[in-house]
């Protein structure tokens, strides 16, 4: 059972370089999130999509871009890495019901240093 | 966003029980949650509880809801070195899609 699964785990990037983090889930959910994780912060929401072809901005957009084409994947792009993005990163995802529980899954993690 | 509470380190001695406290902001959230996130890991659901309810037990856990004053907390009964993890309260607020978190509690268990 692979749930969410995100790669790359590990990355280093210097000033100003490009990257995508590749998020992908099997079990046929509908919502799914990009959060940072920063000592002290706790989570923020970076951005999310409710379903294929949809997205929208969190609560930290800036500097990143995201795409949904297909429902098991969502990717999240950065298009000149500053210090300031190092950071672990987490994709969650879950389904849509009509019960709220809003219980997310989440991947592992990419932990991404910037120098 | 308003910020969702939650202290940010508690050691105990194995065998002890821990409790984890939390203040949340939104009172329309139907749900809060408690996820444990293990060293380099990701966060991993460990309960819930509806708003409609003061109390869920699960083996070990015992969540605590008082709603009229948004405190939630979080005890562990006879806890474990494997219990040392970050523990994050969230809530999921009618509003959005998203959950809120708190901060994290960092819970160290020593022998």
């Known amino acids: 059972n692979a749930g969410v699964t995100q790669t790359p785990k590990f990355r280093v990037l210097k000033t100003g370089q490009s990257m995508t983090l590749l998020c992908a889930q099997d079990?046929?959910?509908?919502?799914m999130y990009w959060y940072r994780q920063d000592p002290g912060m706790g989570l923020r929401l970076i951005h999310y999509?409710?379903?294929?072809?949809?997205?929208a901005k969190g609560e930290v957009p800036d500097g990143y871009n995201v795409s949904r084409l297909k429902k098991q994947n969502f990717l999240l792009g950065l298009e000149s890495a500053a210090p300031s993005q190092t950071s672990v990163y987490f994709c969650?995802?879950?389904?849509?019901?009509?019960?709220?529980?809003?219980?997310?899954?989440f991947g592992a993690g990419t932990r991404l240093s910037v120098l | 966003g308003e910020d969702v509470e939650q202290s940010l380190f508690l050691s105990v001695r194995e065998g002890d029980s821990s409790v984890i406290n939390c203040t949340y902001t939104?009172?329309?959230?139907?749900?809060l949650y408690w996820y444990k996130q293990e060293p380099g890991a990701g966060l991993q659901l460990l309960t819930y509880i509806f708003s409609n309810m003061d109390m869920k037990q699960d083996q070990r856990l015992t969540v605590l809801l008082n709603k009229k004053d948004k405190h939630l907390s979080l005890r562990i009964a006879d806890t474990q070195t494997g219990d040392s993890a970050i523990y994050f309260c969230a809530e999921s607020p009618n509003s959005g899609y998203a959950l809120n978190f708190g901060k994290g509690t960092s819970l160290l268990v020593t022998p």
């Open positions: 969650a995802s879950r389904h849509w019901t009509s019960d709220v529980k809003n219980i997310q899954y």
């Open positions: 939104d009172s329309s959230s139907t749900y």
């Open positions: 079990m046929n959910h509908e919502y």
């Open positions: 999509s409710v379903g294929e072809g949809t997205t």
